[in-house]
């Protein structure tokens, strides 16, 4: 049946099984074909998702192919995708197949999502669906350390990490972190983590902590775009129409407020040279960026990013009451008016850091936070 439903999803092979029978010599209709079909690729999507057997799956391929071979005929109509499939299912009645009780007139939701389960937003909802196990997945990349060019350690990268673990979990993320890895790691893991289930995630988000430079990242051996991590996972099926969040906490250029470039000092820049890359943007993605394009972002030996301390904090005092979009807003607010940089030298004393937001969100977003405890 998995072959079968493979086959009408992605070939747009013929739905020709003319004699599919019942107990006791009887056959099913079309419809009644449709929905059993549809509960046996059910139970074994279920199956085979728990359990890796390679004797079964090909006992199991053998069985498929020769029922096929009996079964198929070219004359029957075509049918295209799962909302086909979907369509016939939901005008059909509830009926008992002899010996088989109740078959229902629904397809499982692995159907009706090509393959994930969903609580998608509605056409017409203002926010989008938090009705899932968890808040979102929460991928963090950081780098403190570099092999190529003059590029500067970042000895609290880890700060970084344990303020973004923080402030996440409590808003029910999961949580996975990459430190230090080389930018063919990078890829080859955004590649497994495109490909995931992410049905009980209603949000997707990755930050990273690094040196950078216009719309470039430095991994710990070379330079690689915004573009490689974002584009994968415009293609997740189990995130489509979801919010997809990217923070992006290095530099975006070599300049301060007014315009020079400064020297690492006291106060660290995260800047490298890279080429300029444009990102397409589509629906349903908030980038957020530390700076504005072509200005450095600042962090020191202390407390770690100015970004992601300001962010953190955001999130913790209004994800409970206000949206994502709010949160930044406020977040921006604060950074520009409380941070300075401090130095002896009046040339790099008392500059200044502004984020930068990109959304091409459809919804609000707003995250269910439980109750606060009280003390």
């Given at each position: 049946m998995w072959k079968l439903f493979k086959n009408l999803k992605s070939q747009n092979n013929k739905f020709g099984i003319s004699t599919l029978h019942a107990p006791n010599g009887l056959l099913f209709d079309d419809n009644e074909k449709v929905n059993c079909l549809a509960e046996t690729y059910h139970n074994i999507h279920n199956l085979t998702r728990e359990m890796s057997n390679p004797q079964l799956e090909q006992i199991i391929n053998n069985t498929i192919t020769e029922f096929q071979l009996q079964n198929f005929n070219t004359s029957q109509e075509t049918l295209t995708n799962p909302t086909e499939i979907n369509h016939i299912i939901r005008k059909t009645n509830n009926k008992k197949a002899p010996g088989q009780g109740i078959i229902n007139n629904r397809a499982p939701k692995e159907i009706l999502n090509n393959g994930y389960s969903s609580s998608v937003s509605k056409i017409d909802d203002e926010f989008y669906s938090m009705n899932y196990k968890y808040n979102g997945y929460l991928l963090i990349f950081a780098h403190e350390f570099f092999e190529f060019g003059a590029l500067e350690r970042r000895p609290k990268a880890e700060e970084d990490i344990e303020m973004l673990k923080e402030s996440f979990g409590r808003l029910n993320f999961l949580i996975s972190v990459e430190k230090n890895r080389k930018f063919r790691e990078i890829e080859k893991i955004i590649e497994m983590e495109s490909e995931k289930n992410f049905d009980e995630c209603a949000t997707f988000a990755v930050a990273i902590s690094s040196h950078g430079s216009s719309n470039g990242i430095a991994a710990c051996d070379a330079e690689y775009n915004l573009g490689n991590i974002i584009e994968p996972f415009k293609k997740t099926q189990s995130l489509i129409g979801k919010p997809k969040m990217f923070f992006v906490g290095c530099c975006r250029g070599m300049?301060?407020?007014?315009?020079?470039?400064?020297?690492?000092?006291?106060?660290?820049?995260?800047?490298?040279?890279?080429?300029?890359?444009?990102?397409?943007?589509?629906?349903?993605?908030?980038?957020?960026?530390?700076?504005?394009?072509?200005?450095?972002?600042?962090?020191?030996?202390?407390?770690?990013?100015?970004?992601?301390?300001?962010?953190?904090?955001?999130?913790?005092?209004?994800?409970?009451?206000?949206?994502?979009?709010?949160?930044?807003?406020?977040?921006?607010?604060?950074?520009?008016?409380?941070?300075?940089?401090?130095?002896?030298?009046?040339?790099?004393?008392?500059?200044?850091?502004?984020?930068?937001?990109?959304?091409?969100?459809?919804?609000?977003?707003?995250?269910?936070?439980?109750?606060?405890?009280?003390?």
């Open positions: 300049l301060v407020d007014n315009g020079v470039s400064i020297l690492q000092n006291c106060v660290q820049t995260d800047g490298c040279q890279v080429e300029e890359y444009t990102i397409p943007v589509e629906a349903d993605v908030l980038i957020v960026y530390a700076t504005v394009h072509g200005y450095i972002s600042y962090h020191n030996n202390e407390n770690g990013s100015q970004f992601f301390i300001y962010l953190t904090e955001a999130l913790n005092d209004y994800a409970d009451t206000k949206d994502m979009l709010t949160v930044l807003t406020k977040a921006n607010q604060q950074l520009a008016i409380s941070f300075s940089t401090r130095n002896k030298d009046p040339e790099k004393a008392k500059k200044k850091q502004c984020m930068c937001f990109l959304s091409t969100l459809t919804r609000l977003l707003k995250f269910k936070v439980k109750a606060k405890e009280q003390a």
